[in-house]
Structure formats: structure tokens, C-alpha cells
């Protein structure tokens, strides 16, 4: 149980366009998901916490406007990369978490902006 | 500032000698602790967390608040047990939001 996914696995785009990244919690309901963004050879840093329903909270030093969230179900976060850039190529992870705090992670999606 | 440090890199062992990945945190609150692991080309995974006390894959950790550390621990380490691993510090703020540690990759030799 507690299977998270993402799709897509992994995206090439242009500079200058958007991007979606979708995160699911397969075979529970999440009350929370969060989304991380690792470099090479480096930590999880994490972005937002997303709740259902709400507007999502993010970190210190994370534009909101550059990285959309939208948590249209329990089951369900995107994250929208908005007019990407070479810059914002990454691993990008999201986790969703069951009542009890334990965090359960998607497989990542690759993303990288030519 | 809540922080987790793990200061090792890269921690190289022979098959079957023991291993200690250190972790280390700062926290003025109640923390909860965990280890998660990740191995080659597999999405992260929780391999325990301190409040359940168990023993994962034959690793333990125990949680010191007196040198507020949380060290994993393995008394004969398998090559299988290569993989990268990340101490992470929950509590900090509200949703059960995790700070990661910088991680410590362990390659166990044949």
C-alpha cells in the first residue's frame, strides 16, 4: 500500500513554456502533498506543501507564480513549471502523507528545458 | 534554525564490517526523526523512524536528545545495503514538513 506516482517520468521542453507535472496517491487518500526539487548529487529541497482545497504554502525563496499548484483532490496535486528555463531543469519529487505524518514518495519526474 | 546534518559524504565499508551514518540536528522543539533510503535508480523510501523502535533491514537508530543525534547503525553490512541515505527532521512548522539532510551515499565493498 501507500504507492505514490508521477507522470510524466520525464519531460524535455523549450525555454519558455509551461510544464505540468501530476502526483498521485494511488491506493490512499492524502491530506497533504508535498513537492521537492533535487539537483545532482544534493538533497531534497523542499518547495510547497500543498492540502486539498487550499492554497499551497511555499518556501522561502520559491516563486509561487513560477511554480503552480493546484490540489484538486485528495488524490491529486499538479505542479505547473510556468515559462521554464534552462535553469529550472531538475528532479522534481513529490510525497504525499497519510494521517499519521509518514511521507511517501513518487518515482520523481526529469525535467529539462533546452 | 531546525537544520539536519549529515557529515559524511560518502562512506565506503567491506562487506560485513559494521555501519554508523551519522546524523546530527538542531531543533528547540520535540522532534521526530527518520532514515530514508535510496537506492539506484528507486524512488526514495522510508527505511524507520524513531518513534516506532524498530529494526529495518537489520539498521537501527536511536534517538540521542542529550547529543541530538540520530546515528544509523548495521553490525555487518551487506553489499545490498549500497544506496544513498538521508536523515530527515519532521515537526518543524505545521503538515509534518520534512528537512532532509544532505544525505550520505554508503558502498559496501565485496
Given amino acids: 500500500g501507500a504507492v505514490v506516482s508521477q507522470h510524466p517520468s520525464w519531460v ?36 510547497a506543501t500543498s492540502n486539498e482545497g487550499s492554497k499551497a504554502t511555499y518556501e522561502q525563496g520559491v516563486e509561487k507564480d513560477k511554480f503552480l499548484i493546484n490540489h484538486a483532490s485528495l488524490t491529486l496535486s499538479t505542479l505547473t ?3 521554464a528555463h534552462p535553469e529550472d531543469s531538475s528532479f522534481y519529487i513529490c510525497s504525499a502523507t497519510l ?16 | 534554525a531546525q537544520r539536519v546534518t549529515q557529515p559524511e ?18 531543533y528547540s522543539g520535540s522532534p521526530e526523526l527518520f532514515w530514508y533510503v535510496q537506492y539506484s535508480r528507486q524512488r526514495l523510501q ?48 505545521g503538515y509534518n514538513k520534512l528537512i532532509f539532510g544532505a544525505g550520505t551515499r554508503l558502498a559496501v565493498h565485496p
Fill in chain 1, 99 to 114: 494521517n499519521e505524518g509518514t511521507q511517501y514518495f513518487g518515482p520523481g519526474t526529469r525535467l529539462l528545458v533546452l
Fill in chain 1, 12 to 47: 524535455i521542453c523549450k525555454s519558455g513554456t509551461s510544464v505540468k507535472i501530476e502526483c498521485r496517491s494511488l491506493d490512499f487518500q492524502a491530506t497533504t502533498m508535498f513537492w521537492y526539487r533535487q539537483f545532482p548529487k544534493q538533497s531534497l529541497m523542499l518547495m
Fill in chain 2, 9 to 26: 559524504k560518502l562512506l565506503s565499508v567491506f562487506k560485513g564490517a559494521p555501519v554508523e551514518l551519522k546524523c546530527n540536528y538542531s
Fill in chain 1, 81 to 83: 513549471v510556468t515559462s
Fill in chain 2, 46 to 93: 522510508l527505511l524507520l523512524r524513531h518513534i516506532s523502535r524498530e529494526s529495518i533491514k537489520g539498521f537501527t537508530a536511536d534517538l540521542n536528545k542529550g547529543e541530538t543525534s540520530f546515528h544509523l547503525k548495521k553490525p555487518f553490512a551487506q553489499e545490498e545495503d549500497s544506496a544513498m541515505y538521508y536523515c530527515a527532521l519532521s515537526g518543524v512548522g
